[in-house]
């Protein structure tokens, strides 16, 4: 079981290059187009686009399947979206404006669309940092909290996605519909649990305060009972006297 899972993983991590590796041999034989440059930095941000995707889906497939195994996945996914998400910053400072700084920052001034790309960088190079395991042990509870970051993320490369878009937008629009869909779900199962939760700490008190009163009300009768005996011998005796 274990060579097989190790398999699995392996043949995952493979399978992950294989963008990297067509777009190498798309170079190599010139086949980007009439503007390589721009055929390069789109299609590694496409990609690193699509990777953040699926780390996302990872917990619904998990949720449904029940598989704890895919933990390992998420992970490994999440590192392939920065990876291509760093070639794609490279290509557009190395390739793209060839390491002219102050065409870079006047570009960046200009194009609000890119402060999202910025910002979706950040929180995923956060995210790599903090992926070991000593990292989230080191972190604690606030891991979770940090981690919970990818869905600003999954947001800001949208915007930035749709904003450098001039012309086709079935892309951007597709890409949306997943996160709205991934999303989704995860509003649903909080909501269930949220609904689960509500519906438990009821029927605890219930249980705890029934009894209870039942107690109280037994003991009273029971003192009723008791004390009813002594007030007609009192009474019985006060008569006689008289």
Not at 41 to 64: C, K
Not at 142 to 156: D, E, F, Q
Request: hydrophobic fraction near 50%; charged fraction near 15%; include cysteine.
């Amino acid at each position: 079981m274990t060579f097989r899972f190790n398999n699995l993983y392996s043949l995952t991590l493979a399978v992950c290059l294989i963008p990297l590796l067509w777009l190498l041999i798309d170079t190599a034989f010139d086949n980007l187009g009439p503007n390589p440059i721009q055929a390069l930095h789109i299609r590694l941000g496409d990609w690193s686009l699509r990777f953040l995707w699926l780390t996302l889906a990872i917990t619904p497939i998990q949720t449904v399947t029940k598989w704890r195994g895919m933990t390992e996945y998420r992970q490994l996914l999440g590192l392939y979206a920065f990876f291509y998400a760093t070639l794609h910053l490279l290509a557009y400072l190395l390739v793209d404006h060839a390491q002219v700084w102050s065409i870079i920052a006047i570009d960046i001034i200009e194009s609000q669309y890119i402060w999202f790309g910025v910002l979706t960088y950040i929180i995923i190079f956060l995210l790599a940092l903090t992926s070991p395991k000593w990292a989230k042990k080191r972190m604690g509870k606030n891991w979770k909290k940090l981690h919970r970051y990818i869905y600003l993320a999954a947001g800001a490369v949208i915007i930035h996605y749709y904003w450098q878009l001039k012309g086709n937008m079935a892309e951007p629009l597709f890409y949306l519909i997943i996160i709205c869909l991934l999303m989704g779900f995860r509003v649903l199962v909080w909501v269930k649990n949220r609904q689960l939760t509500r519906l438990m700490i009821p029927t605890g008190q219930r249980v705890l305060v029934v009894p209870v009163k039942q107690f109280v009300m037994t003991e009273t009768i029971r003192e009723q009972q008791v004390n009813e005996p002594d007030r007609l011998d009192e009474s019985g005796n006060q008569h006689q006297h008289i």
